[in-house]
């Protein structure tokens, strides 16, 4: 695709659902990252995946957060039981995943509001 | 444990003046540093990296590793600098890429 693909944009959901969000990196990138943007915290580090293993999930919140990815592309950030704490822009981004100072190709993000 | 920190989270300039956006780190190891722009209703891109030692857009920005900081810097300021400016560190441990808390520029006609 021509750029970092990012679903829902908007997501509404009551508190204790839980949520899917998705991500479709550029053609041929090997490295995916989700970040959380809120007020105030600028861009915080969830989950970093090389091919589909993570090798640094550090930055997943609670183990409410979980994130996987299939086939080398497409990544899924599961949020179960959301609180409202978790409303926030969920962002995704790809590299080309072959050396550590590569430029992030970031999506538009996903907004998810718990009520 | 690696940190980057955007002590200003608003700054506002008049159109022409010099404007300097503050970003120090922390970091035991080589790391390397870059400068992300978010403009209105766009994406998060990249504005410039310290291993290219490039200037875009007029921007600069030099590594000062006694002081640890990675400080971008514009002579003279456009209304279309106008953007939410974020520092980040990536490390050769490996490909985990860390950000400021950001610091918006307005930049005043």
């Known amino acids: 695709g021509a750029g970092v693909s990012q679903s829902p944009s908007n997501k509404v959901t009551e508190k204790g659902k839980d949520v899917e969000l998705r991500c479709d990196p550029i053609s041929g990138h090997t490295a995916l990252y989700w970040y959380r943007q809120s007020l105030g915290q600028g861009l915080e580090f969830l989950i970093y995946f090389q091919g589909n293993s993570a090798p640094d999930k550090s930055g997943l919140p609670s183990d409410r957060f979980s994130a996987e990815r299939t086939g080398g592309s497409v990544s899924t950030l599961t949020i179960q039981r959301t609180q409202q704490e978790d409303s926030a822009v969920y962002l995704c981004a790809s590299s080309v995943g072959q050396t550590y100072n590569e430029k992030l190709f970031f999506g538009s993000g996903t907004q998810l509001s718990v009520l | 444990a690696q940190r980057v920190t955007q002590p200003e989270k608003l700054l506002s300039v008049f159109k022409g003046a010099p404007v300097e956006l503050k970003c120090n780190y922390s970091?035991?190891?080589?790391?390397?540093l870059f400068w992300y722009v978010q403009y209105s209703r766009q994406r998060l891109q990249l504005l410039l990296r310290h291993i290219s030692r490039e200037s875009i857009k007029g921007f600069t920005a030099d590594l000062n590793k006694g002081e640890t900081s990675f400080h971008l810097k514009k002579p003279f300021a456009q209304e279309e600098d106008s953007a939410m400016y974020y520092c980040?560190?990536?490390?050769?441990?490996?490909?985990?890429?860390?950000f400021g808390a950001g610091t918006r520029l307005f930049v005043k006609a």
């Open positions: 980040a560190l990536s490390n050769t441990g490996g490909f985990k890429t860390i």
């Open positions: 970091y035991s190891g080589s790391p390397e």
